[in-house]
């Protein structure tokens, strides 16, 4: 939803969205810092994104702060989808190759 952009909520999404992809995968603590707040203020939005079904931490044998996070399927999707659209609403369309220069 719209709350969650411009919040540390936001940076946390991008982070677990782009980092894994380059072999990264992150603690509580490491995004907190990816989103620049306070640990405490990051748990406490990482607990915001886990109610919403955005995020989660495993394997559940470990402490939590000790589990790392990912995205869910549902928050990759509505990632995906939403990054898509940005990029296909800000990215002029190239003039047809027949209209060129004419």
Same mark, same amino acid.
């Given at each position: 939803? &719209?709350?969650?952009?411009? $919040?540390? /909520?936001? &940076?946390?999404?991008?982070? *677990?969205?782009?980092? =894994?992809?380059?072999? +990264?995968?992150?603690? =509580?603590? !490491? *995004?907190?810092? /990816? /989103? !620049?707040?306070? +640990?405490?203020?990051?748990?406490?939005?990482? #607990?915001?994104?886990? $109610?919403?079904?955005?995020? $989660?931490?495993?394997?559940? #044998? *470990?402490?939590?702060?000790? #589990?790392?996070?990912?995205?869910?399927?549902?928050?990759?999707?509505?990632?995906?989808?939403? *990054?898509?659209?940005?990029?296909?609403?800000?990215?002029?369309? =190239?003039?047809?190759? &027949?209209? /060129?220069?004419?």
């Amino acid at each position: 939803s &719209d709350h969650l952009f411009g $919040e540390p /909520a936001w &940076d946390m999404l991008l982070a *677990l969205y782009c980092l =894994p992809s380059r072999g +990264e995968m992150l603690r =509580p603590t !490491a *995004l907190s810092h /990816a /989103a !620049a707040v306070a +640990e405490t203020t990051g748990i406490r939005w990482q #607990q915001i994104l886990m $109610e919403k079904n955005l995020i $989660e931490r495993g394997p559940s #044998q *470990l402490a939590s702060r000790r #589990q790392f996070v990912r995205l869910t399927q549902k928050g990759r999707s509505l990632m995906e989808n939403y *990054l898509t659209r940005l990029f296909h609403c800000k990215t002029p369309i =190239p003039p047809h190759p &027949d209209r /060129a220069g004419g």
